[in-house]
């Protein structure tokens, strides 16, 4: 039990599609991170949350991302007119106020046909 | 920018052979250190962490990790391996609470 669940858990879609992923934290997490990651590859940062606000995006988040965590608890991720190149696996990790340790959720796997 | 590099991108063992994965970071302020472990079809896991002290840290499952922060590394060693570690392995990075910065991965299998 990772304390953490993602929805879906795989998302087959065609390009140009909109999709929507979910992250639940099962308690209260001040903090929430995500990242993708690819075949092959470590995970790589894509934005985080301090309660309700977004601090921080990487430069991989393009203008097709958007994030949201509207309550502080539970957060979305969407990506708009996705694009081959968006299949990955993408990771939600919830965290303490002090963001040091982060224990992260199964992921949604993203394959964009 | 920080940025972590794993040396051994695929390594191969027998049980009860001894493993070490090497585990460099560039970063010039107080860092703290990770090991994450994913097995085949599993999500990722906390292996162990080092924040400050003892540079010895032990993590599950018999494993350890040295900080020397001369060398800027954080090597991951277990004295005998077993089939079940069989998975791949991540080391990161993160300052002050922020964001992680992982390496590349280490894919470890373990010949029984």
């Known amino acids: 039990d990772t304390g953490v669940s993602q929805d879906p858990r795989h998302k087959i879609t065609k390009r140009g599609q909109n999709v929507t992923f979910r992250c639940d934290p099962i308690?209260?997490?001040?903090?929430l991170y995500w990242y993708r990651q690819t075949l092959g590859q470590g995970p790589e940062f894509l934005t985080y949350f301090q309660n309700e606000a977004q601090l921080e995006k990487s430069r991989l988040l393009s203008d097709r991302f958007s994030a949201e965590r509207p309550k502080g608890s539970f957060s979305t991720l969407e990506i708009q007119r996705t694009e081959q190149g968006d299949s990955a696996m993408y990771l939600c990790?919830?965290?303490?106020?002090?963001?040091?340790?982060?224990?992260f959720g199964p992921g949604t796997r993203l394959t964009v046909l | 920018a920080q940025s972590v590099s794993q040396h051994n991108h695929h390594v191969i063992l027998s049980e009860a052979a001894s493993l070490e994965l090497g585990c460099n970071y560039s970063?010039?302020?107080?860092?703290?250190l990770f090991w994450y472990v994913q097995y085949p079809g599993q999500h990722l896991q906390l292996l162990l962490k080092?924040?400050?002290?003892?540079?010895l840290v032990k993590g599950i499952k018999g494993f350890e990790a040295e900080f020397i922060k001369s060398k800027f590394s954080f090597n991951l060693r277990k004295p005998s391996v077993q089939w079940s570690d069989t998975a791949e392995y991540f080391c990161a990075v993160n300052n002050a609470g922020n964001m992680l910065t992982f390496g590349g991965g280490t894919r470890l299998m373990v010949k029984p």
């Open positions: 080092y924040f400050s002290g003892d540079p």
């Open positions: 308690s209260e997490h001040n903090r």
């Open positions: 970063y010039g302020g107080t860092v703290n």
């Open positions: 990790a919830p965290s303490g106020s002090t963001g040091d340790t982060q224990y």
